[in-house]
T-cell receptor, first 107, second 116 residues
Framework: RKEVEQDPGPFNVPEGATVAFNCTYS??????FFWYRQDCRKEPKLLMS?????NEDGRFTAQLNRASQYISLLIRDSKLSDSATYLC????????WGAGTKLIIKP | DAMVIQNPRYQVTQFGKPVTLSCSQTLNHNVMYWYQQKSSQAPKLLFH???????NEADTPDNFQSRRPNTSFCFLDIRSPGLGDAAMYLC???????????????FGPGTRLTVL
């Protein structure tokens, strides 16, 4: 089992829809969790840190489920510009990256 | 604006010809990382510097070396590039405090390496 797993997608979603994807991790001692966004042929950029209590930033909501060892990202009212690959990162003094989930928003 | 800068953005080299990629940062972060990323794959950590302390990942080939002459600069040296080393090389920085796990990272735009 990979340390951090994501569904590679692609998720094809109509504009305005809500989309959610998860990232599972194997190390129960993991302490920090992040979602990054990466556009094609660009560098990853931090989208959100994921806190135990969950957090929201505009249309984006991130949640952590320690019992089941996954984090989730919810995007509401999706825009064409949300099309990208979303990578999760899990850390416990070592950073482990998921391979990313590709999201395509269609008009 | 504080940032992470990588040069060059595109590098073409010949098989076996040494190449050096550079990274500089104005964020004054104490940790600098080098990643290799191939198409549709996760970034793969090659090594990182925690201040001056060098940390090599166990599966990083000896062909890859790094130098950090000061806080702001970090270099990636590929001694004898092979065709399999063609990839995007990403430099990142973060600020880490004592007893605190690795924090969010800030990436440079990357250097895309082509090996002919």
């Amino acid at each position: 089992r990979k340390e951090v797993e994501q569904d590679p997608g692609p998720f094809n979603v109509p504009e305005g829809a809500t989309v959610a994807f998860n990232c599972t991790y194997s190390n129960s001692a993991s302490q920090s969790f992040f979602w990054y966004r990466q556009d094609c042929r660009k560098e990853p950029k931090l989208l959100m840190s994921v806190y135990s209590s969950g957090n929201e930033d505009g249309r984006f909501t991130a949640q952590l489920n320690r019992a089941s060892q996954y984090i989730s990202l919810l995007i509401r009212d999706s825009k064409l510009s949300d099309s990208a690959t979303y990578l999760c990162v899990v850390s416990n003094y070592q950073l482990i990256w998921g391979a990313g989930t590709k999201l395509i928003i269609k008009p | 604006d504080a940032m992470v800068i990588q040069n060059p953005r595109y590098q073409v080299t010949q098989f076996g010809k040494p190449v050096t990629l550079s990274c500089s940062q104005t964020l004054n972060h104490n940790v600098m990382y080098w990643y290799q990323q191939k198409s549709s794959q996760a970034p793969k950590l090659l090594f990182h510097y925690y201040d001056k302390d060098f940390n090599n990942e166990a599966d990083t080939p000896d062909n890859f070396q790094s130098r950090r002459p000061n806080t702001s600069f970090c270099f990636l040296d590929i001694r004898s590039p092979g065709l399999g080393d063609a990839a995007m090389y990403l430099c990142a920085t973060s600020r880490v405090g004592s007893g605190i796990s690795y924090n969010e990272q800030f990436f440079g735009p990357g250097t895309r390496l082509t090996v002919l």
